[in-house]
């Protein structure tokens, strides 16, 4: 069935104009290693020569799997940088309500609880919309993940008693978690790099050469950080010679005190900065430093480091299908995209400015590169299309044919994105952004090349002026 043509005035253009280059969220690479391959990742690079489509992101396209319009990276950066989000939530729903169609399902769920709030707290921030919800969707997000967990600690009583015993101290600091109890966590440079580099990616959206700075000296300082030993402390306890087990925790002392020394060098950059109004920041600091001195402290449940503490655990079984079964389970856990409840909970701890950015920035557009690169896919217009974040970081390295199997409706939402490049196209606007007709063309020789044998997708360039 034809698609209409989509309408310019169902297009806002974004009020707002910044010289950032770059694409939302190309920009972090993760150091936990191994990859969750279970969820959701983040870019490690910018798309080259990509600069015109992220121009023509201003006038409305539609995001190729979802067929929702995507929202120009600048509108997010813009919003950001300015720290709309920190206004309060009538101001807030004010300038979103013209994007309240390029939310995705769970966003535009939260979107609409805020909205709903408006008339009796008009004052409320965003913050204070999700602390007064949590206690609720807590308990909800608890009824979901429970059974989860309960078929996961079944199928591990299969495992041998060294793995069973790591997974149960595993769950003790989930539940621990969970109820909100204090908890002792060991230190890993890896995991402090990882969510220091995720911080590093918002600041560096924003144009503010002095924050830029401090953070790139706070991320040199952070390659300095030594990694931890495993099990450094059972490993000095299993020394029996006095000498060499003095010696060892001389080492350890060493250590923790070599850690603690670099997290105060970045604490003492952030004083004198700006940065140190970034609760995010703060608090990652505050927790690390209760983890170098094995503190015990309060933190939420994160679905991510679950998985890669439950990966880390089953990488060790002999039994491949045993291990696979239980990480399959685990990634039935809710997440934030999918779950009202789960997504609520994760911005528990944000500030105002964090929460916004989580609201919006799934539908921000980005270049998505038809083959994979990780999959030898160039860095050419000829292998891109625009999809959103979310959808993009979803696929991951998923093939186009895998990708169109679990998106049937791809095919339809895809020739809304090429009724929309057509109308653009027409009105002059490709020639504005210095895109050449050619783009569709090659978009729809690609996505017909790439697309299942069986059931081609087929687009139709009816009404492109040639």
Do not use: W
């Not at 950001?80 to 979103?96: A, D, E, M, Q, T």
């Not at 093939?399 to 409706?409: A, D, E, F, T, V």
């Amino acid at each position: 069935m034809r698609i209409p043509l989509i309408s310019l005035n169902q297009y806002s253009i974004s009020p707002f104009k910044t010289n950032n280059r770059n694409d939302y969220f190309q920009y972090s690479t993760s150091v936990l290693k191994p990859p969750l391959k279970a969820d959701t990742i983040s870019f490690g690079r910018t798309a080259e020569h990509a600069e015109a489509l992220r121009r023509l992101m201003e006038y409305g396209i539609p995001d190729m799997y979802s067929g929702k319009r995507v929202i120009a990276p600048k509108i997010l950066e813009k919003l950001y940088s300015k720290h709309f989000f920190s206004k309060n939530i009538k101001n807030i729903v004010k300038g979103l309500i013209r994007y309240e169609d390029c939310l995705h399902t769970v966003e535009r769920q939260f979107f609409n609880i805020v909205k709903s709030m408006t008339n009796a707290n008009p004052q409320y921030k965003l913050e204070d919309v999700v602390r007064v919800l949590a206690p609720e969707h807590n308990e909800k997000l608890l009824e979901v993940q429970q059974p989860i967990f309960d078929e996961i600690t079944e199928l591990a009583k299969e495992m041998p008693v060294e793995q069973l015993e790591e997974f149960h101290n595993l769950m003790d600091v989930v539940y621990k978690k969970i109820n909100h109890k204090p908890v002792k966590l060991p230190f890993s440079a890896k995991e402090f790099q990882y969510k220091l580099q995720r911080i590093s990616d918002e600041i560096m959206q924003k144009n503010n050469p002095s924050e830029k700075s401090v953070m790139r000296q706070i991320l040199s300082l952070a390659k300095k950080m030594p990694e931890k030993t495993e099990d450094e402390i059972s490993a000095i306890r299993g020394i029996k010679s006095k000498a060499k087990r003095n010696k060892k925790m001389k080492y350890q002392k060493s250590l923790v005190r070599t850690r603690a020394d670099i997290l105060t060098d970045m604490e003492v950059l952030v004083t004198g900065s700006s940065l140190k109004e970034n609760q995010e920041l703060m608090r990652l600091f505050s927790q690390t430093r209760s983890k170098i001195y094995n503190i015990p402290i309060t933190i939420p449940f994160n679905r991510k480091s679950f998985i890669y503490e439950l990966q880390k655990i089953t990488n060790t079984l002999e039994d491949t299908k045993l291990a696979h079964r239980i990480i399959q389970k685990a990634i039935k856990l809710p997440t934030s995209h999918e779950n009202l409840s789960a997504f609520i909970m994760k911005c528990v701890e944000y500030s105002s400015d964090k929460i916004g950015y989580n609201l919006v920035s799934g539908s921000a557009g980005s270049i998505d590169h038809l083959v994979p690169y990780k999959k030898n896919g160039k860095d050419s217009l000829e292998n891109y299309g625009i999809s959103s974040a979310y959808y993009n970081s979803e696929r991951a390295e998923r093939s186009m044919i895998q990708q169109l199997r679990r998106y049937p409706k791809t095919y339809e939402n895809c020739q809304k994105q090429v009724d929309r490049l057509i109308e653009l196209y027409n009105n002059g606007t490709f020639k504005k952004v210095g895109l050449s007709k050619q783009y569709i063309f090659n978009f729809a020789r690609r996505m017909y090349n790439l697309s299942p044998p069986e059931k081609r997708l087929d687009l139709s360039l009816d009404g492109l002026k040639l």
